[in-house]
């Protein structure tokens, strides 16, 4: 029973191990082990012997000689660079001149290439002197060239290493990437209209064509004229709506909403009517892009700002601390939720930038290797302004103030009309705006005078003459504080002396009123209407300077004048 479960063992084993060298022996050779380069048999066989003008060695080597060569116009010089493998070898000497000049013009208008940016060694590993890069000194056998969309699909143009028996390994455009640039050049090819453009105007001059330099600013004027017509249409929809909040939105989106039509009428030019080189368009898409993102987020926070001053013109009117506390507290959580708007829309901006030019793909690596570095730069730039962004977050969730608070900042009466991302807005007394970082503001001591209650105690103080009657005074007060109709709480009034020198006395009246600016007003009206009963009433109340013209007590009257003469005659 041992020998035989041992047999049965051995023939299991022999199995499994023809069976896995059969699995190796038909892995294609396109899909070796070897992850330098792919290995084949043949390379282009119908296209005969390679020109001496085609380099194939390194990335950047291929590329550069490929678009080099179709730019003269040997496309059966340039088929060298492309892997035809998946055509016969008649299909490569009748198409593949053809199949170049079509990738040639697919890169000059689909995405501009940094050729400099090609990797300049044979076996295309990353250099990185820092050590950072995950993939740094490993050898790769394919890169991407670009990602193109056509027909809502997208198509990478690839480069691959190949290497035919014991000869020096080549860069080629893949065989994929070879088969998707008929449907390419339809997407990015020329257009109908440039077949009436003369062959000289077709000649490259810098990193456009004759006629591109001519064209741009042709097409860039034609997209300002309709840009400027958009701006003054709103305009004049403005004046037809309804005043309020319709008009002044439309009168604060004229500009974004230009620049997103603008925006998406360029885009519809080069999607269809006109096409440019790789360069321009890139250049163009990416400002489109930016552009619209910019006017779209403006538009939202337009729109938002116009709500926020409906809502304040119908719950509070004119902001101060008249008003209930409970619709000034809740527009200052609005104007803190505009900040969370305004931030999330700024950061759904960003990235909807960021993913439509596709730095995300291209610079992902590095900026996760430099992220010390960016986080330093940001912090000794951007500290001011992050200060600032998080104090008024600090603001919006302790609520030290609120909108329609009265408050005295450095010295000056001031109404919170707006808290910002980096400033706050203050009204002054004088109806001017005092506009203060957000950092100045916390770090300063600041008194609030509506924190609790509006209502608030007045004291006035006068200076009157020793022989003053304080109860005929206090009872003129107490008369005069009554009429006033933002003084409240009457059993609270008061008048006393507090203090007194060798030649008047301090009467300070005290009285409670509804509002600090009312009873400003309260205070100022009860002084005048005292300071007139005592004008026209007892003059002699008023503080005067007394000279001796005698060393006797000048307060004994006529008994020292008597005296006085009594020695006088004497004498």
């Known amino acids: 029973m041992k020998k035989h479960g041992a047999w049965r063992l051995w023939l299991v084993a022999a199995v499994a191990f023809i069976f896995s060298s059969l699995c190796m022996a038909q892995t294609p050779d396109g899909e070796s082990g070897d992850t330098r380069w792919f290995s084949v048999d043949s390379l282009n066989a119908g296209l005969g012997k390679v020109p001496k003008a ?54 000059k208008r689909g995405e501009w290439i940094n050729i400099s940016g090609l990797p300049g060694r044979q076996d295309a590993a990353i250099e990185d002197s820092t050590g950072q890069h995950p993939q740094a000194g490993e050898p790769r056998r394919n890169l991407k060239l670009a990602s193109l969309t056509a027909q809502g699909e997208t198509y990478d143009i690839r480069l691959g290493r190949y290497r035919v028996g014991d000869e020096a390994p080549v860069w080629l455009i893949m065989p994929d990437s070879v088969s998707s640039v008929p449907l390419l050049y339809e997407e990015y090819g020329p257009l109908m209209f440039e077949a009436y453009i003369p062959e000289r105007f077709k000649a490259s001059f810098g990193v456009l064509r004759i006629w591109e330099w001519i064209a741009i600013p042709v097409f860039l004027l034609l997209v300002g004229l309709m840009g400027r017509w958009v701006h003054h249409l709103v305009g004049v929809a403005t004046r037809w709506l309804p005043s309020g909040a319709p008009s002044i939105f439309a009168g604060r989106i004229k500009v974004p909403v230009a620049l997103v039509v603008m925006s998406l009428v360029t885009q519809a030019l080069l999607d269809y009517a006109v096409s440019f080189s790789a360069v321009a368009t890139t250049s163009f898409r990416v400002l489109l892009i930016a552009i619209l993102a910019w006017g779209g987020g403006t538009i939202a926070l337009r729109l938002v700002d116009t709500l926020m001053l409906n809502i304040t013109r119908h719950l509070m009117g004119q902001i101060d601390d008249t008003k ?10 609005l104007y803190a939720l505009r900040r969370i708007i305004i931030l999330i829309t700024v950061t759904a901006v960003s990235i909807y930038v960021l993913s439509q030019i596709q730095l995300f793909e291209t610079l992902g690596l590095s900026l996760m290797a430099s992220a010390s570095v960016l986080a330093v730069l940001v912090g000794i730039a951007g500290q001011t302004v992050l200060g600032n962004i998080l104090s008024s977050f600090q603001l919006s969730l302790a609520k030290p103030i609120r909108i329609g608070d009265l408050v005295v900042f450095e010295d000056q009466w001031c109404y919170v009309e707006g808290i910002f991302y980096t400033y706050i807005r203050l009204r002054v007394w004088n109806d001017r705006r005092l506009i203060v970082p957000v950092t100045y503001f916390v770090s300063r001591p600041f008194e609030n005078l509506s924190v609790k209650s509006t209502k608030e105690f007045r004291s006035l103080e006068l200076i009157l003459h020793l022989s003053a009657d304080i109860q005929c005074l206090r009872e003129k007060f107490l008369e005069y504080a009554q009429e006033e109709d933002n003084v409240i709480e009457h059993h609270k009034l008061s008048c006393y002396v507090t203090g007194q020198t060798e030649r008047a006395q301090t009467v300070v009246c005290y009285l409670m009123t509804s509002d600090p600016f009312a009873g400003w007003v309260a205070e100022m009206n009860v002084r005048e209407k005292l300071m007139a009963f005592i004008r026209d009433n007892h003059p002699e109340w008023w503080p005067r300077e007394v000279t001796a013209i005698s060393e006797h007590d000048v307060a004994l009257g006529e008994r020292s004048g008597r005296a006085s003469g009594h020695g006088d005659g004497t004498s």
Do not use: W, Y
């Open 54 to 107: 085609v380099t194939r060695m390194t990335p950047r080597e291929a590329i550069r000689s490929f678009l080099t060569l179709t730019e003269n116009e040997d496309f059966a010089a340039a088929a060298h660079i492309l892997d035809l493998s998946e055509l016969t070898p008649a299909e490569q000497r009748e198409r593949g001149g053809q199949l170049a000049r079509q990738l040639a013009e697919v890169l």
């Open 324 to 333: 209930p506390q409970d619709a000034r507290k809740f527009l200052t959580t």
